[in-house]
């Protein structure tokens, strides 16, 4: 059975661009988390997607949005890019409300480096 | 406030030896659950072991277990005999509310793991 697999692996920008980030979620899973891992930090909730629609936002500036298509695949996007944007960005995925322990699985993320 | 937490920024560990690694949490809520992650140099967050709220047994995973203490609210990670390949990030994290899985889970700072030979 796939993991999660995230697209790109790195991914270099200057200031002020934008930055998309792709996900997909295991065959089934149909909630899936973005978290942002700055250098050195813990992971920071960004974002979460259940059935194709937000339900919960970390403490993160609007230009940090996304979407989850009908396939529950799901893309991160970032706008006006900021140095301050440089971080691993993790996708996770779950089975959805109503189901397991709450476990998340994990992609391998995706490094953004902001110049 | 802070959820959980883990004082250790870093642990050194002979090989073999048995580690403990620290987590405190907060929440009001009754109904929770603690989780482990180990995060390699690669990035990849790979889950190790879960504990909830109303398990009456601490949770064991092979060399892995947690020495949960509700009262204290504290869910320390216990690794018997390490290994070389035990060299990681280890992040504790939590979830609250009822069991219904998807609700985001929150995670702690992180403590890295060294074992030296």
Redesign the interface.
Known sequence: EAGVTQSPTHLIKTRGQQATLRCSPISGHT?V?W?QQALG???Q?LL?Y?EGEE??R?NFPPRFSGRQFPNYSSELNVNALELEDSA?Y?C?S????????????????S?LTVL | AQKITQTQPGMFVQEKEAVTLDCTYDTSDPSY?L?W?KQPS??????LI?Q?SYDQQNATEGRYSLNFQKARKSANLVISASQLGDSAMY?CAM?EGE????????????TRLTINP
Do not use: C, H
Not at chain 1, 94 to 106: A, H, I, K
């Open positions: 909630s988390y978290y930090l813990g992971l909730f979460w259940d339900r919960n970390g691993l993790l996770a779950s089975p959805g409300v109503g189901s397991g322990t709450g476990e998340l699985f994990f992609g391998e993320g490094r | 659950g989780f992650y690669s990035g990849e967050m790979i889950f879960y909830g992040f979830r069991r219904q899985g998807a609700q985001k889970l929150v995670f702690g700072q992180g």
